[in-house]
């Protein structure tokens, strides 16, 4: 959070106040070892109150608040490097929570105020917008491998079958028919199938599950930001382990918020509204929405009509 | 032959070491020594076992660690003649340790450094502490099984966490510490029974040798047992399933594997062809499986099948990921303690964003890839992992989060 004292006699904004108070919010110093690769910014509030656009308003004190994300430097430098290395050019970077954030939500479900939860195969991302600004971002550094190698070593198999048997059999949330239900390992009369309890898979994934869920619910209470009126719009979640049937359910019972599995960005063929492409099409989404606000409405040209055709954009 | 003349000795290190081997029952094994050494006087008056050994007087007056290593350790250190009488020259050292407090973590590194020099075959079986025990117990095992691994032929450990998902749905955590112990005494009792008894396969010390021929490395230890109906199927289906075989830290190669089988008299060469037709598919390695099979007259129709396999250290390099100093030099467990920084204290600073997440993951798989499939790191923490085992801890208040949840949190899986 950055402050200003408004500096002219007559209590009006100017642009060197709100220079000022940029400044005074970026100022807090990293260690050398990270670097800042995302800035954020928040509402302003003049005296307190949230106001859009500051210049040219009254009041005595400015404020504007940056939620800040660093990354550990060589961490960056190396991933940099490597797309250097095939000789293509890094025009900018952007943390895939707000890609995946920024096409999968409507503005009004932004206004609302909604959590998108991007669960992966390694990690989760979420993004938590409120009153229409991102306020919050984090990852958890879980993910659907998580599940996997939990299921390979408590049934006690390998993790190509772990894996099939998630997909196949596997639910987020344990019910206590689970106990009498039976399923076969491989299912298709190999030497060697077992069978065992659905309540060993389920009650697996449960413990993963709920415990992803309750970390981010202890980000938020962290950060001050669990207030569930304030995320009217609820939990949307995206990435390949939100197929995991009933996860909505978990995502409920942990987070006290309603939920829900994103069906993908509007303007974007059916083939590709698919839980495994909302980071790459927020990706997408945000490099071609740069490319419109530099060029003003100009007409495109390049790459850009093209990609539009082949992604219905 | 039965080895007339075999000495055998399983001491108990510590509290939790002197309890499992006061409650081994070794029937018809009457040459089996026993023997316990504990900083607790109290603990010690109370134990079944008749040699004891009272350690550290000076040090605690009789009054135990109180849970501190540096005590457990100085009070070892300080009646190195004693340990070294009640050692003995054995044939077979078999220690038996609960990590995690003072005495056992630290004083059972002494007690192995001692019965190695003897030229005894030393093994030993240790229990890591449970997750709700809390994190310092954990370090200070993980320090401690990682240096003692480095002192003794072979180590089983044994996490009570897994070791908690073979007792009843119910189970409470007095129970939970008496599996433990009937696991060690299955263990042991296997060993005994067949290094003792003339078998039907005969092995003996000489095999139990050739399996644990240096110091270091990883043992592979796991037992299946069943009685009734089709015993030998469901022993072999109980071993194939064991926790301890599946904790997601199986070497990628056994050097040698040795597998002993205890049968009634029914216990005929065809079942144990069988037996050993089976095993050998499961756990094909390098070398042939040594197997021995013995027949306990006290038993019919019921079978056990228990499996010891040693994966030696590969000579390699040591990388900057490196934690443990792997050297097979003879620098004293204290030296070699000493230097063993216990960095997660940095770790539980950091706030969960800074820790640089799957990015670095990905590094460092491609790191442990690069440098070839025989490594595998020694340290205990990597246990329980599965794959995740060559990448960098995940700690998130306190707790590694690819260890899976559900063993954290003590919730059992029943499969079958």
Not at chain 2, 353 to 381: C, M, P, W, Y
Request: hydrophobic share 40%; net charge negative.
């Amino acid at each position: 959070m950055g402050t200003t004292t408004v500096g002219s006699s007559d209590s009006v904004v100017r642009s060197a106040d709100v220079e000022q108070a940029t400044v005074d919010a970026k100022r807090r110093k990293l260690t050398a070892d990270r670097t800042y690769i995302h800035h954020i910014q928040n509402p302003f509030s003049i005296d307190g109150q949230q106001v859009e656009n500051p210049l040219s308003k009254e009041g005595d004190r400015l404020q504007v608040g940056y939620w800040s994300v660093h990354a550990d430097r060589e961490i960056v430098s190396e991933s940099l490097r490597v797309i250097s290395g095939i000789d293509l050019e890094v025009s900018d970077m952007i943390i895939s929570s707000i890609a995946s954030g920024a096409v999968l939500l409507e503005e009004s479900e932004k206004d609302n105020g909604a959590l998108v939860v991007d669960i992966g195969g390694g990690t989760t991302d979420f993004v938590l917008y409120r009153k229409g600004f991102i306020v919050l971002t984090g990852v958890v550094p879980v993910g659907g491998d998580h599940i996997t190698n939990d299921l390979s070593i408590g049934l006690r198999v390998g993790r190509k079958s772990a894996e099939e048997s998630k997909i196949k059999n596997g639910r987020a949330y344990y019910k206590a028919e689970d106990r009498t239900e039976k399923v076969w390992l491989y299912g298709d009369m190999t030497i060697g199938d077992r069978e065992y309890p659905l309540a060993a898979i389920t009650k697996i994934i449960e413990a993963r599950v709920s415990e992803i869920f309750d970390i981010i619910k202890d980000q938020l209470v962290d950060a001050d930001l669990y207030v569930p009126a304030d995320i009217a719009s609820g939990v949307v979640m995206t990435g390949g382990t939100s197929r995991l049937v009933g996860i909505e359910e978990v995502a409920r019972r942990s987070l006290g918020l309603d939920a829900r599995q994103s069906e993908g960005p509007r303007d974007v063929s059916p083939d590709l509204r698919v839980p495994e492409y909302s980071s790459a099409l927020g990706l997408l989404h945000y490099a071609l929405k740069g490319q419109e606000d530099e060029q003003q409405h100009a007409k495109p040209v390049g790459i850009f009509p093209r990609l539009r055709d082949i992604l219905n954009f | 032959m039965p080895e007339a003349g075999l000495k055998i000795k399983i001491i108990g290190v510590g509290g939790a070491g002197t309890n499992a081997v006061g409650s081994i029952a070794l029937a018809d094994l009457d040459k089996v020594q026993f023997a316990a050494i504990n900083t607790d006087a109290q603990a010690l008056t109370k134990s079944s076992i008749k040699e004891q050994l009272l350690i550290g007087r000076a040090v605690t007056r009789g009054l135990g660690a109180g849970g501190e290593v540096d005590i457990g350790r100085a009070a070892a250190e300080s009646d190195r003649e004693a340990i070294a009488t009640l050692v003995g020259e054995m044939d077979l050292i078999i220690l038996v340790v609960g990590f995690g407090g003072g005495t056992g973590s630290a004083a059972a590194c002494v007690v192995a450094e001692i019965a190695a020099k003897t030229g005894a075959l030393v093994l030993a079986f240790a229990t890591l502490p449970f997750h709700f025990e809390g994190s310092r117990r954990k370090r200070i095992a993980e320090a401690g099984v990682g240096e003692l691994r480095k002192l003794v032929h072979g180590l089983i450990p044994l996490p009570n966490d897994v070791l908690l998902q073979e007792g009843e749905e119910d189970t409470s955590v007095l129970n939970a510490f008496a599996i433990a112990d009937r696991w060690i005494g299955r263990g042991v009792h296997s060993l005994c029974i067949m290094l003792l008894k003339a078998g039907l396969i005969n092995q003996d010390l000489g095999s139990l040798r050739s399996v644990f021929q240096r110091r270091g490395g990883k043992t592979i230890f796991g037992t299946g047992i069943a009685s009734g109906g089709d015993y030998v199927k469901d022993a072999l289906d109980d071993l194939f399933i064991c926790p301890l075989l599946h904790m997601g830290d199986r070497p990628a190669q056994l050097d040698r594997v040795l597998v002993n089988v205890v049968g009634g008299a029914d216990l005929g060469i065809a079942k144990v062809n069988e037996i050993m037709s089976q095993v050998s598919q499961r756990f094909g390695s390098r070398e042939d499986i040594v197997f021995g099979a013995v027949i306990d007259d006290t038993r019919s129709e019921s079978l056990e099948i228990c499996i010891l396999a040693k994966a030696e250290m590969e000579q390699r390099t040591p990388t900057k990921a490196e934690n443990a100093n792997v050297a097979e030099s003879s620098t004293s467990p204290l030296q070699v303690l000493d230097t063993l920084g216990l960095e997660t204290d940095v770790d539980q600073d950091q706030l969960p964003q800074q820790r640089a997440v799957h990015i670095s993951k990905l590094l460092s798989k491609k790191k442990a890839v690069a440098e070839g499939q025989d490594e595998f790191t020694f340290n205990e923490e990597d246990a329980q992992r599965g794959y995740f085992e060559k990448t960098d801890r995940n700690v998130y208040k306190d707790e590694d989060l690819d260890v899976p949840t559900y063993l954290r949190r003590g919730i059992k899986i029943k499969l079958r």
